[in-house]
């Protein structure tokens, strides 16, 4: 069964940086789009970034140069830079295939709270 698991989440002040790593047990290097999503307490889960096989990136307005998203093909690695962090950034982020298509990891929480 393919597996994603999210790590380097933490909790910073406002205005700190994270990186977070996302490692597939599968191969992505045929998966045209890989995304970070996240979702905060109450709200449904969105899409903050995503990076195709050719290293295309696309973000949410809300995280527009503050986000960086990059993949490793060989390595099996999405990774996902947060600078600028903003107390409505906190939320549990995954890693998946856009659309989703594997099952979901545990996630990797991020708290920006003073």
């Known amino acids: 069964q393919v597996q994603l698991a999210e790590s380097g989440g933490g909790s910073v002040q406002p205005g700190g940086s994270l990186s977070l790593s996302c490692a597939a047990s599968?191969?992505?290097?045929?998966?045209?789009?890989m995304g970070w999503y996240r979702q905060a307490p109450g709200k449904q889960r969105e899409l903050v970034a995503e990076?195709?096989?050719?290293?295309?990136?696309n973000y949410r307005d809300s995280v527009k140069g503050r986000f960086s998203i990059s993949r490793d093909n060989a390595k099996n690695m999405v990774h996902l830079h947060l600078r600028s962090l903003k107390p409505e950034d906190t939320a549990v982020y995954y890693c998946?295939?856009?659309?989703?298509?594997?099952?979901w990891g545990q996630g990797t929480q991020v708290t920006v709270s003073s």
């Open positions: 998946n295939s856009l659309p989703a298509m594997f099952p």
């Open positions: 990076v195709t096989s050719g290293g295309s990136t």
């Open positions: 599968v191969s992505i290097f045929r998966l045209d789009v």
